[in-house]
């Protein structure tokens, strides 16, 4: 931490005189333009970093003896904790679990830079079938979490995360609601009828999910024998079908 300090103090007052002309300003060493981006990262280098790992078991250990975090979701906590670092590899759903820990857990996702920014929280899954926790998210391709297993009240105990990709619904009418423990796949569910889509054909308009799940529109109006037949628009190019 210390040299960081001082090689972004050296940074600094060597931007400054350069400016003012009082030095030679030639290329930055490496090990400075390195400083910005090491920077950034100086609040989670002590996690584990699990990459974008997706599955069971990405990381399995032991709470007791771990740091300390206050989960948001719980009635109370003072157990210690496991934190680590995660990116989503695309965008898409994604399911986050304790499952097969032997001890009375609380999850907890955060802003990585910030750990008063809550992106999840969960105490126990819903319906409470296990003293396990569950959080479902939508995340953007790259974005890094920090992901905190906890235990609720002071439970300590050997610890399971898994972390699910649900990143394809079956069609532009349905929506991901995430891993389902009791099924052991994805959960996918109508979205509303009436809802906005595209059902990528151009001779369409106002195009919207039916109570089936299929994205419909409306033919266009074209002029006289320039209709859009069997979904291909005759003449576009004079004609606005």
């Known amino acids: 931490m210390k040299s960081l300090r001082v090689q972004a103090g050296w940074l600094e007052v060597t931007l400054v005189m350069c400016a003012l002309g009082l030095a030679a300003c030639g290329p930055i060493p490496e090990d400075s333009q390195a400083l910005e981006s090491q920077s950034q990262d100086i609040g989670i280098q002590g996690w584990v970093d699990l990459g974008s790992k997706l599955g069971t078991a990405v990381a399995t250990g032991a709470t007791s003896g771990a740091s300390e975090f206050t989960p948001q979701c719980a009635a109370t906590s003072s157990a210690p904790d ?29 802003s990585p830079f910030d750990s008063k920014t809550t992106i999840g929280c969960n105490d126990d899954e819903t319906p409470i079938t296990m003293l396990q926790s569950t959080v479902t998210l939508n995340l953007t391709a790259n974005q890094v979490v920090r992901v905190v297993v906890d235990g609720y009240s002071t439970y300590t105990g050997s610890y399971v995360l898994n972390i699910h990709s649900c990143s394809s619904p079956p069609s532009i009418c349905h929506y991901s609601q995430g891993w389902s423990r009791s099924t052991g796949a994805c959960v996918y569910a109508l979205k509303p009828a009436g809802s906005s889509c595209n059902d990528g054909d151009s001779c369409t308009t106002g195009d919207k999910c039916s109570s089936s799940g299929v994205c419909q529109g409306t033919w266009k109006s074209c002029p006289a024998g320039h209709d859009c037949i069997n979904g291909v628009c005759r003449d576009c190019s004079i004609y606005a079908c």
């Open 82 to 110: 496991q934190s680590f670092r995660w990116t989503a590899p695309t965008t898409g759903t994604y399911t986050f679990t304790t499952f097969g820990s032997n001890f009375d857990t609380v999850l907890h996702i955060l």
